[in-house]
């Protein structure tokens, strides 16, 4: 935009170039009721460049809200949780639930680097049940008293196991793609749980017709 030729313009129509038109519909409907306000000589110049500002500013804000949705989609549903509320708690077999599901499924691609074995324990299974599940892994330790490195079985304070030794392993496996680890995932995405509720039940299979 040309700033010295937009001078020339009145201020609602300056302030529409710059705005490149996206307030417009707004903008409009202020410079229509001002303007004959105006004409009516109830309203100074001043208080009508004033109202086609403001709608200029709140006009560009749709712009802004409309261009983000359009870059990264839109915004998951909200769901009835039963530990949103301020008395309320996490459903423990739900934790349990979810965890083995990232066992089974998840884990085959994602870490869960902050999470030890010893945080699993009253909250989705007992101390001997974490010891357990703890113990089938081989962790690398060391060095002995021979100065050599060793794997030993797995104990509550060990994290749980990662997929791929480093991100370039994990990378080359994945076509390039670096798979998230999971263990702040609901800090980390907007809109948290929800996020995650809505990705991984938004999947469908495609119409009729396309692959």
């Not at 001043?46 to 809200?65: D, M, R, Y």
């Not at 010893?118 to 060095?143: H, S, W």
């Not at 990378?171 to 809109?191: E, W």
Request: glycine letters at 10%.
């Amino acid at each position: 935009v040309d700033l010295k030729q937009c001078a020339k313009f009145p201020a609602w129509s300056r302030l529409q170039i710059l705005n490149g038109g996206a307030a417009a519909p707004a903008l409009q409907a202020a410079q229509a009721h001002t303007k004959a306000a105006a004409d009516e000589g109830g309203v100074s110049s001043k208080f009508v460049a004033a109202v086609a500002a403001g709608a200029a500013i709140l006009g560009g804000t749709a712009g802004v809200v409309l261009a983000d949705e359009a870059e990264h989609g839109l915004h998951p549903g909200q769901y009835p949780w039963p530990h949103a509320g301020i008395f309320d708690a996490y459903d423990h077999a739900s934790i349990r639930r979810g965890h083995q599901v990232y066992q089974q499924v998840c884990a085959a691609c994602h870490s869960m680097d902050l999470i030890h074995y010893r945080e699993l324990v009253g909250v989705c299974y007992t101390e001997d049940e974490a010891k357990a599940m703890a113990g089938e892994i081989e962790v690398p330790d060391g060095p002995n008293d021979e100065g050599e490195m060793f794997d030993r079985p797995g104990k509550l304070s060990d994290k749980l196991p990662a997929p791929y030794m480093n991100e370039a392993h994990a990378r080359y496996a994945n076509g390039g793609a670096y798979p998230p680890d999971l263990s702040l995932i609901t800090k980390a995405r907007h809109d948290g749980q929800n996020y995650v509720f809505s990705l991984l039940l938004g999947y469908r299979d495609p119409p009729a017709g396309v692959s």
